[in-house]
């Protein structure tokens, strides 16, 4: 078995390493969001108060959805280009805005559900809020919106890595395939 293991390391090594630095910027950016939010909670007006109505129905948008957009906004970018730096440092990278759009849009639609859930553990009215006996706001580790927050990021993160292995990997992908299949056709001719 351990030729195995040493063959799959061997043969993965570079992958491993990949794996390791994209798991520690993540980590890294859920440290980042969490800091970014404390600061606009601390900052910003009471959490639950409305910004503005929500049309045609009885919901608002309230501050605690505007510090979680914020906070998903700061962590993104910093995922990004620590991600583009160094856990998948290249010397042939597109523009910067070019590859960042993908990564954001992904990113938004993974924000838009994670408001939706954050909306659920936070309205009182929830079946599934968190509870305020528990969560009643008296200190840092009791602050519902912070454990919501977690919460959130941890339901999310799975269709995050979902949608960009599918979407934003998979548009990669295609390019190197593209790029590969033009340089065997160059090679082809040049031999023929």
Known sequence: MTGLRD???VRHRRNLILLARFGAVGLSG???NMIALIVAYKLGPGHDTPVVGLPL???NVRWYHVYSTLAFLVANLWNFQLNRTWAFQSSRHAGWWKEYWPFLAVGLLGQAVGLLLLTAL?????????PT???DDS?????????AQLI???MVMPLSFVLNKVWTFNAVRALHREEREERAE????LAG
């Open 139 to 147: 200190s840092g580790l009791r602050t519902r919106l912070y454990w």
């Open 57 to 59: 129905s009885d919901f």
């Open 186 to 189: 160059q090679f082809s001719r």
């Open 7 to 9: 063959l799959v390391l």
């Open 152 to 154: 959130v990021i941890g």
């Open 133 to 135: 006996s528990v969560f």
């Open 122 to 130: 936070m309205h009182p009215q929830s079946p599934v809020a968190l």
């Open 30 to 32: 859920v440290i980042v």
